[in-house]
Structure formats: structure tokens, C-alpha cells
């Protein structure tokens, strides 16, 4: 069973830019969720989708983006491209409703840097 | 709003020894879950150990066990015969059971654990 992938890598944009981050989760999961991962705010929560509908959603400005498409695949999205965005950006996949209770699987991540 | 708190940055065990990682909470729920995810430099964040709020008996993954003490709000772990495989950042995670609304996963600073051979 394929994990959760998230593409690309790493990437590397210049400020102003804008980027779009890409997952695809486990098959048959259908809640995917996204974090931002720095050193100095650790994780913190984006938003999460759930059969094509966010659930939940960070504190994050409005630059922070995102959907999930009908075979669970979900893209974020980062416009306006600020220094403070360099980060490492997971995606992680659950289950169901209540999957997440059972706890996510985490992609490798995708790490940004703004430059 | 739930809180995670790690109040180790850094640990380090001698490998074949045995090393507890602290990890306490802020919540006004009765109902909620524990997690206990390890980062290798990898990156990829690994599920450790799961534990239900309501169940009392303490959650073991074999060398890896956990100490949760509702009342205190504590939430340790315990890794027995550590292994060099064992070093990564280890985060403890909060899940709300209430459904769907703020039920996002939070995460602790995190721990990085050092095994010495």
C-alpha cells in the first residue's frame, strides 16, 4: 500500500512568487491534512479537508490556500511568497470521519525556501 | 484552546539503556487521544504510540510504552533498550474526540533524542 507522496521535494521560489504544494494521500483516506513545520514555531496546523470540503482551518493569512480534489489528492497553496514561509510542509492522511482519532500518516513533506 | 507542552529540547540515552521523554497537556475535554510521532532526519513523521483519554491501561508498542496520568494531564514516554534507530525528534500530539470542529492535531515542540553508542 502506497503512502501518503508529496511532490515536489524541495522547491525553492523567490519572494513575491507564489507556489502550489501537492499530496496525494493513502488510498481510501479521505481527510488530509496540512502543517507548517519551522524551527522556531514548530507544527502548526494549515487546514484539513475532508471529502472535497475544509473542516478545519489554521491561523494562517488568507495567502495560505487550498482544496482537495474528488480522488482525495489535495493541493495547498501559497501566494504573494514572504521570506517567514520557508518552511518544511507536511500533509498527513487519515481515514474517515473520525480516522484522524487512530492518528495520521505523514508524507515526507515538501521543504520551501523563499528567497 | 489545548496546549501540548515538551519541556525537554534535548535527551540522550546510552543505547541498551532505557529513557523517558515528558509531555504534559492543557485541556478542559474528557474525551480525547494521545500520540506520541517520531521524526528521523528523514523527515517523515512516524506514528510511536497511540493512547484513548477514556482507557486507563496505558498504551505499549513493544520497547515503547507510555506513562498517561489523566488527572496530572501527563503523558510520558517510555523507550526501553534504546537503539541508535532510536534518534529522531519525537513530538507528543493532542487530538480532540469531539467531531469535526478544532479537532486539528497539536503537536508539542518536540524532544531530540540522542542514542550514544
Known amino acids: 500500500k502506497a503512502g501518503v507522496t508529496q511532490t515536489p521535494r524541495y522547491l525553492i521560489k523567490t519572494r513575491g512568487q507564489q507556489v502550489t504544494l501537492s499530496c496525494s494521500p493513502i488510498?481510501?483516506?479521505?481527510?488530509v491534512s496540512w502543517y507548517q513545520q519551522t524551527p522556531g514555531q514548530g507544527l502548526q496546523f494549515l487546514f484539513e479537508?475532508?471529502?472535497?470540503?475544509?473542516?478545519n482551518k489554521g491561523n494562517f493569512p488568507g495567502r495560505f490556500s487550498g482544496r482537495q480534489f474528488s480522488n482525495s489528492r489535495s493541493e495547498m497553496n501559497v501566494s504573494t511568497l514572504e521570506l517567514g514561509d520557508s518552511a518544511l510542509y507536511l500533509c498527513?492522511?487519515?481515514?474517515?470521519?473520525?480516522?484522524?482519532?487512530?492518528?495520521?500518516?505523514f508524507g515526507s513533506g515538501t521543504r520551501l525556501t523563499v528567497v | 484552546a489545548q496546549t501540548v507542552t515538551q519541556s525537554q529540547p534535548e535527551m540522550s540515552v546510552q543505547e541498551a539503556e532505557t529513557v523517558t521523554l515528558s509531555c504534559t497537556y492543557d485541556t478542559s475535554e474528557s474525551d480525547y487521544y494521545l500520540f506520541w510521532y517520531k521524526q528521523p532526519p528523514s523527515r517523515q513523521m512516524i506514528l510511536v504510540i497511540r493512547q484513548e483519554a477514556y482507557k486507563q491501561q496505558n498504551a505499549t508498542e513493544n520497547r515503547f510504552s507510555v506513562n498517561f496520568q489523566k488527572a496530572a494531564k501527563s503523558f510520558s514516554l517510555k523507550i526501553s533498550d534504546s537503539q541508535l534507530g532510536d534518534a529522531a525528534m519525537y513530538f507528543c500530539a493532542y487530538r480532540s474526540g469531539l467531531a469535526y470542529n478544532n479537532n486539528d492535531m497539536r503537536f508539542g515542540a518536540g524532544t531530540r533524542l540522542t542514542v550514544k553508542p
Open positions: 498527513a492522511s487519515s481515514a474517515g470521519d473520525a480516522g484522524g482519532n487512530y492518528g495520521y500518516t
Open positions: 479537508y475532508f471529502s472535497e470540503t475544509q473542516r
Open positions: 488510498s481510501g483516506h479521505r481527510s
